[in-house]
């Protein structure tokens, strides 16, 4: 009787594990937000470096560190693209997602544009870098709607506090505000980047990684 039980038991597991084909799990990363948070990276070298047009003697290591690590994080979500790592297609496929994208580009531009010929016409240039990472971070709010993405919507909303703040410090003389909007930047660039990088894992099965 007991013979029987375990022949039983047996055949039952045997089909329970066959129901359930194994497949091997590889690493896979979302497109969008690797494609996204390599061109960040590429924007917290620049913004590094602007910050280095008139920073306080002690930040001039840490802002050669930050571009270090923004060329470094660059290099990795490359390697994520280039070695296929990541999911396949693109919300850019979608016309009205295109449509909706280069319109916010379009104001962003016009915006940065604009304002900056207006800070420059008043005689206040030395606010340029705080105007333009407050418009650059505004435009993130919308297209982390556009591409479903809370995380770049997120990082738009601290980009454009960073610029307030970097505008306030300037008017009170504490730091020139490129300096405080360059390094500010930098280091919330590259935080969306090094979170993309770190969180965009997921388990997939071996046949879906392409």
């Given at each position: 009787?007991q013979?029987?039980v375990?022949i039983?038991?047996?055949?039952s597991?045997?089909?329970?594990?066959?129901s359930?084909?194994?497949?091997?799990?590889?690493?896979?990363?979302?497109?969008g937000e690797v494609?996204?948070a390599a061109?960040?990276?590429?924007a917290?070298?620049a913004?590094?470096?602007w910050?280095?047009?008139?920073?306080p003697?002690?930040?001039?290591?840490y802002?050669?560190a930050g571009?270090?690590?923004?060329?470094l994080l660059?290099v990795?979500?490359?390697?994520?693209?280039v070695?296929r790592?990541?999911?396949?297609?693109s919300p850019?496929a979608d016309?009205?997602?295109r449509?909706?994208y280069?319109?916010?580009v379009a104001?962003?531009?016009?915006?940065i544009?604009v304002g900056?010929?207006?800070?420059?016409?008043v005689?206040?240039?030395?606010?340029v870098?705080?105007?333009?990472?407050?418009?650059?971070?505004?435009h993130?709010?919308?297209?982390?709607?556009?591409?479903?993405a809370r995380g770049l919507?997120?990082?738009?909303?601290?980009?454009?506090l960073?610029a307030?703040?970097?505008?306030?410090?300037?008017?009170a003389?504490?730091?020139?505000?490129?300096a405080?909007?360059g390094?500010?930047a930098g280091?919330?660039?590259?935080?969306?980047?090094?979170w993309?990088?770190?969180?965009?894992?997921r388990?997939v099965r071996?046949?879906?990684a392409?």
């Amino acid at each position: 009787m007991q013979e029987v039980v375990g022949i039983s038991e047996y055949r039952s597991n045997q089909l329970s594990d066959n129901s359930v084909p194994v497949a091997p799990i590889a690493p896979l990363w979302d497109r969008g937000e690797v494609i996204g948070a390599a061109v960040l990276a590429v924007a917290g070298i620049a913004w590094f470096g602007w910050a280095q047009q008139d920073p306080p003697a002690p930040w001039v290591p840490y802002l050669f560190a930050g571009s270090v690590i923004s060329a470094l994080l660059l290099v990795a979500l490359v390697v994520l693209l280039v070695r296929r790592l990541t999911t396949t297609g693109s919300p850019m496929a979608d016309p009205r997602v295109r449509r909706r994208y280069w319109l916010t580009v379009a104001v962003e531009v016009v915006l940065i544009v604009v304002g900056n010929l207006l800070l420059a016409a008043v005689g206040h240039p030395a606010y340029v870098a705080a105007w333009t990472l407050f418009v650059v971070g505004v435009h993130f709010i919308p297209l982390g709607r556009v591409f479903h993405a809370r995380g770049l919507a997120l990082t738009g909303v601290v980009a454009a506090l960073v610029a307030v703040a970097a505008a306030c410090l300037g008017l009170a003389g504490t730091v020139a505000p490129s300096a405080a909007a360059g390094a500010g930047a930098g280091v919330v660039f590259i935080g969306y980047a090094g979170w993309v990088l770190g969180r965009g894992r997921r388990p997939v099965r071996s046949g879906d990684a392409r």
